[in-house]
């Protein structure tokens, strides 16, 4: 809602300086050049929109890590103030062609069940669901909507097997998976010849899926995971971190310590502690990442300050994967021009559907998983240092297939 | 016969000119923004030497001239404002009024008013060259960029990157009178100086669309193929087209390349090889030659028109963007 009302305020302020009294009209034109056309204004007349595209988005809360850095503390509406960026710049395009989009946001807790709040967004009318959910949640909800008039589209959860094993005909998904993060950062390592890799490993479930991808990308690749050790000195070892993390990291020579922290607990303290001087990438360090603040090229920095400008504050991985989900059924309604859910589904899937995503190369879908092929950015807390797909990463259609689970990997048959 | 004509204009103003002359003050200039060194390049067309650096507000893009060659102006798009500079003595003039961040615009044949993108704001701002009044804010897509005006100066179109729209704005009511749907990220549009055809370039869809102005259609979407360059590195954004219609030049982004395509039949005929994410492009007055910004490799190239051929690079400040040149 507050985004619509915000969204409105801008259209208002627009069409009031529209509406200002030119005080140009003396102007006079050389001899002889093409005349001067009348120096007024008219506003532009209020369209009726004659399509809406309902959009509902559901963040479940993550279980908080036992410790935030001040600098990573998350924004209340994280993820959400993307998704309102995305319905204000739909509003934009879509007025051209008479659509409309609406956005309806729920926020669930921690051990909340998102499924009724799913359902109820259906009931609504909401024609397309943002989830950022666990992927357990995430399939409960795919499966008992099956045969609701719905599109699916995953921002949050990274898992493979949302791909692969379980993937769903009703969910597309934004949030590139785990497989894509690491060998993003993979091709980066071996470009770099870095190619002996120290693994350290969280407590979490999602941290071993997280290895796991790691150790995958490692095959891939030709990297090679020399040391490998489980994180065991609690769950918060900032107070120890100097005299602990020099022992713990005495596993030989090794050119790359990668972190599978997904939570936050310890990646951040491994840096200037480890008992070589070795550079540090995964969850923390140089990490694999759908986007970050210092993003700019391939016009990112006009996202970047439009986000700014709408929410004042700075627009994190979360923010842009809702942004995206959105603007990638703003894309495709401008070619529908209808809300119908087969057509846009169609049209998402659609050879020449091509999302420009400030990232130099366009994303699309990948017909056998639905997964939104797109580069990965390499940043640390700073910089942006580099995206992947790496160049001299070839592949038969496209250099982006080189990310995640390529159509002859991948074990997913759509029910 | 240019040179001596300027000149004695020259001297006809008094001292105060001369005092100021620079060693080329009378050859045909070309003028280059520099996006990340907040500078513009001026270069003496004749012996293709840099004659001065210009610093400039910050982030200079979008480069014009007045239709008579006697005022620049520039995007200053970080200081949200158009700064004026004089052609001869190289001093800014004047400011104006720009809207929020300025990436690009494009003057009116009658040399007023200016029409101006605001990337941030989704607007097309039109600004009175002469006593800086705002004349019209025009509500467009989702960042603005390109901006063409029909030789006749009777439609402005601008592009939308993100809404992937060109829209057409009729100059006399300042309304959008149509939009039409271009292929992803439409940079640039332009008009043959017949008025017969609208260009405009999409650099992630990789495609050119022609247009026919009399129905606002597409009539054919051009698009490119260069042995030993990925598909997604060819990026249109700059396009000029001859006055004779004989020739268009289309700049290709990260494929470094510069494709010179047949107007009549919209075949591809040539590509050619310049510097690093070529970027926009301006012709000579007599069009002799066109001059491609290269932004990664920090140079121009200087095309020769009619041989096709590049003849030299010229390096210039950090990131050129845009190029006009004055006789």
Not at chain 1, 55 to 65: D, L, S, Y
Not at chain 1, 201 to 213: H, I, W
Not at chain 2, 67 to 81: E, F, H, M, Q, T
Request: glycine share 6%; net charge neutral.
């Amino acid at each position: 809602m507050r985004s619509r009302a915000r969204a409105a305020a801008t259209a208002l302020v627009v069409f009031a300086c529209a509406a200002l009294p030119a005080a140009a009209q003396n102007a006079t034109p050389p001899a002889g050049a093409p005349a001067a056309p009348p120096l007024a204004a008219k506003p532009a007349a209020a369209i009726a929109p004659e399509q809406t595209f309902r959009i509902g988005v559901i963040r479940q809360i993550p279980e908080p890590p036992p410790w935030i850095a001040p600098l990573q503390m998350p924004p209340d509406n994280l993820g959400i103030a993307g998704a309102e960026l995305g319905i204000k710049d739909n509003l934009t395009s879509g007025r051209f062609l008479k659509l409309d989009y609406k956005l309806a946001t729920e926020t669930v807790p921690t051990d909340g069940d998102p499924l009724p709040v799913a359902q109820k967004l259906v009931e609504d009318g909401n024609r397309f669901l943002l989830l950022d959910v666990p992927a357990e949640q995430l399939l409960r909800i795919a499966d008992a909507l099956k045969d609701k008039d719905v599109l699916l589209i995953n921002v949050g959860a990274t898992d493979d097997r949302l791909r692969m094993a379980d993937c769903r005909a009703n969910v597309f998904h934004i949030a590139p998976s785990r497989s894509m993060l690491t060998d993003a950062l993979a091709q980066f390592l071996v470009t770099k010849q870095w190619r002996n890799w120290f693994l350290m490993v969280g407590r979490t479930d999602a941290d071993k899926l997280y290895a796991e991808a790691v150790r995958r990308s490692a095959r891939k690749f030709g990297g090679k995971i020399v040391a490998e050790k489980t994180w065991d000195y609690g769950p918060d070892a900032r107070a120890t971190a100097q005299s602990e993390v020099p022992r713990g990291t005495q596993v030989g020579e090794y050119d790359m310590l990668i972190v599978a922290d997904e939570l936050g607990e310890f990646g951040d303290i491994l840096p200037y502690n480890t008992w070589l001087s070795r550079p540090i990438a995964g969850t923390q360090g140089l990490m694999p990442l759908s986007w970050h603040p210092t993003m700019e090229n391939w016009g990112a920095s006009q996202l970047q300050s439009r986000f700014f400008k709408l929410s004042n504050r700075l627009m994190q991985p979360l923010d842009f994967q809702m942004w995206e989900g959105v603007f990638a059924i703003g894309s495709a309604s401008l070619k529908t021009r209808s809300s119908d859910t087969a057509k846009v589904r169609a049209q998402l899937l659609a050879p020449d559907y091509d999302l420009p995503v400030f990232k130099g190369v366009a994303a699309s879908f990948r017909d056998w998983d639905h997964q939104l092929r797109q580069p990965i950015l390499l940043t640390h807390a700073t910089n942006t240092v580099t995206l992947s797909p790496q160049a001299g990463f070839l592949h038969q259609s496209s250099p982006l297939d080189t990310l995640g689970f390529d159509r002859p990997e991948t074990t997913c048959t759509f029910k | 016969m240019k040179r001596h004509l300027l000149l004695s204009a020259s001297l006809a103003l008094g001292g105060l000119l001369m005092a100021d002359a620079l060693p080329a003050f009378a050859q045909s200039r070309a003028f280059i923004s520099n996006e990340r060194d907040h500078t513009m390049t001026v270069l003496d067309m004749d012996t293709l030497k840099v004659i001065e650096t210009v610093k400039t507000g910050r982030r200079p893009r979008g480069i014009t001239a007045s239709p008579d060659g006697k005022l620049i102006y520039v995007c200053a798009s970080d200081d949200n404002r158009v700064e004026v500079y004089d052609a001869k003595t190289l001093k800014l003039v004047k400011t104006l009024r720009s809207g929020p961040d300025p990436e690009l615009f494009v003057l009116h044949p009658s040399g007023n008013p200016l029409y101006i993108a605001n990337e941030d704001d989704n607007m097309v701002t039109v600004v009175n060259v002469e006593n800086n009044d705002l004349i019209a804010e025009i509500p467009v897509g989702v960042e603005p960029e390109g901006m063409g005006i029909s030789p006749d100066g009777k439609y402005m179109v601008n592009t939308s990157e993100t809404t992937n729209m060109a829209h057409v704005v009729d100059t006399a009511t300042n309304e959008i009178i149509e939009n039409i749907l271009v292929d992803s990220r439409p940079r640039i549009a332009e008009f043959s100086a017949d008025g017969k055809q609208l260009w405009v370039s999409s650099e992630v869809g990789g495609t050119v669309s022609v247009i026919d102005p009399a129905t606002w259609k597409i009539i054919k979407k051009i698009s490119f193929k260069i042995p030993g360059v990925a598909d997604d590195a060819i990026q249109p954004v700059g396009v000029r087209i001859t006055k004779d219609g004989s020739k268009a030049f289309v700049a290709l982004g990260p494929a470094n390349r510069v494709a010179v395509i047949n107007p009549k039949t919209l075949e591809v005929e040539k590509y050619l090889l310049v510097g690093q994410r070529v970027w926009q492009l301006g012709f000579t007055p007599d069009q002799k030659f066109l001059i491609s910004t290269n932004g990664n490799s920090n140079d121009v190239s200087i095309i020769d028109v009619a041989a096709e051929k590049v003849t030299k690079s010229v390096t210039t400040g950090r990131a050129p963007w845009g190029v006009v040149v004055v006789p």
